[in-house]
């Protein structure tokens, strides 16, 4: 996926988002579980430069908008640092300022 959008940067298309499929009767077969998207945005984050990773965003039904969906990367946040996971699950803890 990163090579696609790598691509598409070099002939001038920034690949600004990439949607969940509407929930309009008769495409199920084309929806993808919102884990599988937030997972490929992870990747994408990962090895990519910024401009070559979409928003993932859903079209809330009933004209609610867009609502982008980002990968959980804050796991946990204790006295003194941020507890971490990055593209690859692996878990980092960050210091913080006392202001925090």
């Not at 969940?20 to 077969?29: E, I, M, R, Y």
Request: hydrophobic residues 40%.
């Amino acid at each position: 996926m990163g090579s696609l959008m790598k691509k598409l940067l070099t002939i001038r298309v920034r690949p600004y988002y990439l949607f969940q499929g509407d929930l309009a009767k008769g495409t199920a077969h084309f929806w993808t579980p919102l884990e599988k998207g937030l997972k490929i945005v992870a990747a994408l984050r990962g090895y990519t430069s910024r401009l070559c990773v979409p928003h993932f965003a859903i079209d809330l039904p009933g004209g609610g908008g867009k609502v982008p969906l980002l990968p959980e990367y804050l796991v946990d946040r204790k006295k003194g640092s941020l507890v971490l996971r990055n593209h690859e699950g692996k878990i980092f803890h960050y210091p913080v300022t006392a202001d925090d």
